[in-house]
């Protein structure tokens, strides 16, 4: 079992009472990232049912979830019920680069995305963290230079990442060849393609098949790098699925449009995602739903199996 770091210490961090005791006592623990429950994430009422079912599904599963925010200038991981409601109307976003900056200048509110979320998390002793997909190499990286820090965090914190693959929009064979370049192990849960948000597949191969959260969990045991993570890539339920070809038009338009508007850095996944959202007439809310949902399930079977690796 991980434990509170000497970081968790230095920077302050509040870990919510629920948590510390099921830190304390052995109970799984998930942790969730907060942007996605906010007004970057998905619209209202959507941010509020994602939050709820996300919450559902890892209590459903015996494990206790864990949101991580900074609020009021402290990095927090697990809220209470009035900073849920803070966090749903959230509209600043940190990065794991960000979040000493929001402690620092005592930020009102900053909604942590992937990297700052597997940071925090790590920090307080948890090993499991649910998203929805993870950010990567963005297309034209050749000019932007455009990389994610969430690929940096997984492979500087040793925590599992579960999701559904990366953002459809992004550049996904060179995600995959970047996070084997860092050293990232990428699992895909009972599935044999590497996952696409929206879509089960792209007809990118996974590098690993496993079946079972006991293997994940051995995964993490058995790192070569102490520092490594683990990255798990669950697919989005068949029946939530909106295939590849059908939305690759819709994400080129929404990518054309933000190179347009001149919208660049972490301004682009909160803009292509809305435009995604308008160009599927509102289709893309219950997929993005179904998968964080899915995804927060099997965090909570993987955290129960680290309990007993």
């Not at 099921?22 to 994602?50: D, K, Y």
């Not at 060849?177 to 699992?187: Q, T």
């Not at 007439?281 to 927060?296: K, Q, R, T, V, W």
Request: aromatic share 4%; with cysteine; hydrophobic share 50%.
């Amino acid at each position: 079992m991980a434990h509170r770091t000497e970081t968790a210490e230095r920077i302050g961090l509040v870990v919510a009472d629920e948590v510390a005791t099921a830190l304390a006592e052995g109970t799984p623990v998930v942790a969730m990232e907060s942007t996605i429950f906010s007004n970057l994430g998905l619209p209202a009422p959507g941010n509020r049912e994602a939050f709820d079912r996300c919450e559902a599904a890892v209590r459903g599963a015996g494990a206790v979830p864990a949101v991580t925010a900074v609020l009021d200038g402290r990095p927090r991981v697990g809220l209470s019920a009035a900073d849920v409601d803070r966090v749903l109307t959230g509209s600043s976003k940190v990065a794991e680069r960000d979040v000493p900056v929001a402690i620092a200048q005592r930020w009102a509110e900053g909604m942590t995305t992937v990297s700052a979320s597997v940071a925090l998390a790590h920090a307080a002793g948890v090993e499991v963290f649910a998203t929805g997909g993870i950010g990567g190499v963005h297309r034209g990286v050749e000019v932007t230079g455009d990389v994610s820090a969430d690929l940096d965090a997984l492979a500087k914190h040793p925590v599992v990442t579960v999701c559904a693959g990366a953002k459809a929009f992004l550049d996904l064979p060179r995600t995959l060849e970047h996070l084997e370049a860092i050293g990232v192990p990428v699992l895909g849960w009972q599935h044999d393609w590497f996952p696409a948000f929206y879509s089960r597949s792209v007809g990118l191969a996974m590098p690993h098949r496993v079946e079972d959260a006991a293997t994940v969990a051995g995964v993490l045991r058995n790192r070569l790098r102490p520092d490594n993570g683990v990255l798990l890539a669950v697919p989005i339920p068949e029946s939530a699925e909106i295939p590849a070809e059908e939305i690759e038009a819709k994400m080129l338009r929404a990518l054309a449009a933000a190179d347009e508007a001149g919208v660049r850095g972490p301004k682009v996944t909160p803009f292509v995602l809305a435009r995604i959202e308008a160009e599927t007439d509102g289709e893309s809310i219950p997929a993005n739903l179904a998968l964080a949902e899915n995804n927060a399930a099997v965090a909570a079977q993987v955290a129960r199996a680290l309990l007993e690796a």
